[in-house]
């Protein structure tokens, strides 16, 4: 049984917060205070850039792989490549149910009537219940996404049993270019085609040159949020740009 998650997570910050991005990856999967740590991941447009990181500290981290099963096929595949190339060694993928799907999506059509429907049966429950078993998981959530951001420190309490690690919280989008760059990282097919951003098949689309790196996700539609975080143990809507699993985004999994 770990001690009170307010304190721990005060005293990580006040321990790492001059350290680097990869200095508090490091500290985070061998300190005590952080439990049973898994990373979520995307694979997306800049998911690359913490799996990286993961693979040198500790590939046998658990990394939480959410398949909508609505996923483009260059995902599917860029996941098998980056895990490979990597040595990440312990993905697991999470799916919905058969029976969830079979109750509340037989036909696959959900989405094309109730986005937030789909979202929460395909990509929420899925993950909330892989992350029950897990005290901290690994983020790709930053300051500039947003004002809500703005002040982000590398720890956060989530739940009274949970925490939240954002080891990019200082990074900018140069940072992340450079890193890929630097590293000669495999980037996800999509971002040649004009997906700077990507999510679902059928909630994708490319982008123009001078629109937001998001505005292909669910474009034409009211919908601006992925609704995949929990504070104090209940879902709450985010919009994309704040989302946590995509690295641009969750990556959470949008
Ligand atoms: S992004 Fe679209 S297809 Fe994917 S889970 Fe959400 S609504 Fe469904």
Known sequence: MLPDIGPR????????????????????????????????????????????????IAPATPVLFVDTMMLFPETLAYQQEVASKLGLSEIRTIRATKAALALDDPDGTLYQFNTDACCNLRKTVPLETALAGFDAWITGRKRYQGATRAEIDFFEVETPNRMKINPLA???????????????????????????????????????????????????SQKTECGIHFIGGKMVRVKPAEDATEGSD????A
Request: aromatic residues 6%; hydrophobic residues 35%.
């Open 9 to 56: 997570v005060a005293g990580l910050n006040e321990r790492y917060r001059h350290h680097a991005a990869i200095s508090v990856m490091e500290k985070a999967l061998a300190d005590p205070d952080t439990g049973r740590v898994a990373m979520v991941s995307s694979f997306g447009a800049e998911s690359v850039v913490l799996l990286h990181m993961v693979s040198l």
């Open 170 to 220: 200082h990074w900018g989008r140069e940072d992340l270019e450079e890193y890929m760059v630097q590293n000669r990282l495999p980037r996800h097919p999509l971002v040649a085609k004009g997906y700077p951003s990507i999510g679902c098949a059928p909630c994708t689309s490319p982008v123009k040159p001078g629109e937001d790196p998001r505005a292909g996700r669910w474009r034409g």
């Open 250 to 253: 969750k990556d959470k999994v």
